[in-house]
């Protein structure tokens, strides 16, 4: 194994950069749960939020899709 | 990857997830230069076409009771109308035409990238970044002509105490100049992503030729893997087209109404 | 591993970072938006629009004439219950009219029944009046051949005009 260690820290970064993809996981169940517990509250109000919902659920995910960009950036461009 | 490749090439897997986003010449097997014929231009055009195909040849019968085509395109009209006028207001109509230009272009853009041996145009960043930075142009300048300065207003919020506002001000710019970032890089990253996890799988689906035994249990189970995350990869086409939309609807209602 | 970085090199790395093909790309999608822009703007969302707004107008007008034709169903029915009250009216009259003719009728024919029934009662009274006249007479003339009778058989000479005085007398006492 006489591999270089810059790519051997690529890969060690771009594994651990996945973990910010549990991170948006756990962000997006956060956003779409509190939007259930809620609409089950008030489910008449419900229909006229939905566009909330999916505008939180793209900010929650975004930033996972980050962690997934820098993990691709690690594995191949560096 | 390029290892993994390389260490597959004896042990039989082959696993190339990101060949599939190769931007590649039509015809022949030159350098790419501007104006070259692609695959890009081939799936862009193919996008145009299916746009052209579903707004004005299923429209073309103008009948008062639709036909399922003319149904569709009117949901896809009523649907972005709507949007537009619920979340950027009654003067964000002007922009709808462009709007549902993005929208249309995203999603079939989007949705043929799924068919087999597609190449997806959205899942990259200069085109997905393109889009935003269209976006973020038209609100930055519109917000600039509706509203003059006043448009600063928007980071400058005034509910919050006095002391908070200069960070909250240099928070505000930080976020508007991310917008075009995380605008482009959410939509390109989604459609890498599914595709790429597709394509992973994809890549342990033969193991049953190279080991029967391993194979038994691998090659269903990748199978199933392709098929659900193909699903899932079809729901996440429409929903990275609407959230494209609905957030240029957002930042639209910014620059006409910075005054939340 | 050893061969990675040769592989990297050769390689394309990620697509998505291949600057040489942003020109390409860039260009075409420049094309292929303008196209879309101007199908829609131009043919496509004219027509939807203009397709909706006929739908819209159709359906005003439907239930338009669907109102009209509720109010025309509603005014029949105002004119049938007119219709139907009227024509019981009418029947009341009418029945009125035959019972006042049919006492009519009745009374005349109770009067005339009452006169009829009067005129025989006074007849039969009248009859009855001349047989207690008859029978008066007969008895009166039976008592004053006994009266006559007895006053001969006890030796004296009856005097007719005082026997019949007599019996008279006593006929009426």
Not at chain 2, 95 to 104: A, E, G, N, R, V
Not at chain 2, 126 to 153: D, H, P, Q, R, Y
Not at chain 3, 142 to 163: P, Q, Y
């Amino acid at each position: 194994m006489e591999g270089d260690i810059v790519q051997m820290g690529a890969y060690i970064g771009a594994g651990l950069a996945c973990t910010g993809m549990g991170g948006a996981a756990l962000g997006v169940g956060h956003v779409a749960g509190n939007f259930l517990a809620g609409a089950l509250r008030n489910p008449s109000a419900a229909g006229g939020q939905t566009a909330t919902l999916f505008i939180g659920i793209a900010f929650a995910e975004a930033l996972g899709i980050f962690s997934f960009l820098v993990a691709l950036l690690l594995m191949f461009a560096v | 990857m390029a290892t993994e490749a390389q260490g597959a090439a004896e042990g039989g897997l082959v696993f190339h997830p990101m060949d599939q986003f190769m931007v590649k010449p039509l015809f022949g097997d030159g350098a790419v230069g501007i104006f070259t014929l692609t695959n890009v231009t081939f799936w862009m055009a193919l996008t145009v076409l299916a746009i052209f195909g579903l707004l004005v040849l299923g429209t073309s019968g103008r009948a008062t009771i639709p036909t399922r085509t003319q149904s569709i395109a009117e949901l896809a009209y009523d649907f972005i109308r709507k949007m537009v006028e619920d979340v950027a207001g009654k003067d964000g109509l002007v922009f709808f035409p462009y709007i549902m230009t993005l929208f249309l272009f995203i999603l079939f853009a989007n949705i043929l990238g799924l068919l087999p041996m597609a190449f997806t145009t959205t899942s990259h960043i200069a085109v997905t970044a393109v889009l935003a930075m269209l976006v973020f142009l038209t609100v930055t300048i519109v917000g600039f002509v509706k509203n003059g300065a006043g448009f600063l207003g928007l980071f400058w919020v005034s509910s919050a105490p006095l002391p908070l506002r200069p960070i909250l001000a240099l928070i505000e710019v930080i976020s508007y100049f991310v917008r075009p970032v995380s605008h482009s890089i959410r939509l390109a990253g989604n459609m890498m992503a599914g595709h790429a996890v597709i394509k992973v799988f994809a890549a342990f689906a033969p193991m049953i030729v190279i080991s029967t035994g391993i194979g038994l249990v691998v090659t269903p189970l990748s199978i199933l893997a392709i098929s659900t995350i193909y699903a899932l990869e079809v729901l996440v086409a429409c929903i990275q087209a609407y959230v494209f939309t609905i957030l240029t609807c957002v930042y639209l209602k910014d620059a006409l109404h910075p005054h939340h | 591993m050893a061969t990675a970085p040769q592989e990297a090199a050769s390689g394309p790395g990620l697509p998505q970072l291949d600057f040489t093909t942003f020109g390409n790309q860039i260009f075409w999608l420049a094309i292929a938006l303008v196209a879309t822009y101007f199908i829609l703007s131009r043919i496509a969302l004219p027509r939807i629009a203009a397709v909706l707004a006929e739908r819209q107008g159709s359906i005003t007008n439907d239930l338009a004439a669907a109102e009209d034709l509720k109010a025309k169903a509603v005014e029949a029915e105002a004119a049938y219950n007119k219709a139907l009250a009227d024509a019981r009216a009418e029947a009341q009259t009418i029945i009125a009219q035959a019972k006042a003719e049919i006492k009519a009728d009745l009374d005349k024919a109770m009067a005339k029944a009452d006169a009829e029934i009067s005129a025989r009662a006074a007849e039969g009274e009248k009859k009855i009046a001349e047989i207690r006249a008859n029978a008066m007479e007969s008895v009166k003339a039976v008592a004053k051949d006994t009266a006559a009778e007895i006053v001969a058989a006890m030796g004296g000479k009856a005097d007719g005009r005082t026997v019949t005085a007599a019996v008279n007398a006593r006929m009426k006492g």
